[in-house]
Nanobody
Framework: QVQLVESGGGLVQPGGSLTLSCVAS????????MSWYRQVPGKERELVAQ????????DYADFVNGRFRIARNNGLNTLYLEMNNLKPEDTAVYFC???????WGRGTQVTVSS
């Protein structure tokens, strides 16, 4: 079955960096566009970034403002989100998603705090 397993979250100080990973299985990863979302308790899940199946096209939410980079390695069935200059408002659970399908991982917690 489809599995998406996120990792790489943690506690980081404002201005710090983290790289999230999402290992995919159970579907043709190289044929699937992928996305990162995030969610804060009490709020709706919001799109952070998305990438086309071969990585040729990317798109970011306005709040990213050049701080994050989405990437993928189709040979490893892995999606990445490199996050720099993190702010307290980036604190959330981050999820990866297979585009056009309701396939989600369990998420990884990112906390930005001094």
């Amino acid at each position: 079955q489809v599995q998406l397993v996120e990792s790489g979250g943690g506690l980081v100080q404002p201005g710090g960096s983290l790289t999230l990973s999402c290992v995919a299985s159970g579907f043709p990863f190289r044929e699937s566009g992928m996305s990162w979302y995030r969610q804060v308790p009490g709020k709706e899940r919001e799109l952070v970034a998305q990438i086309s199946n071969l990585g040729m096209s990317t798109d970011y939410a306005d709040f990213v403002n050049g701080r994050f980079r989405i990437a993928r390695n189709n040979g490893l069935n892995t999606l990445y989100l490199e996050m720099n200059n993190l702010k307290p408002e980036d604190t959330a659970v981050y999820f990866c998603k297979r585009n056009q399908y309701q396939n989600w991982g369990r998420g990884t917690q990112v906390t930005v705090s001094s």
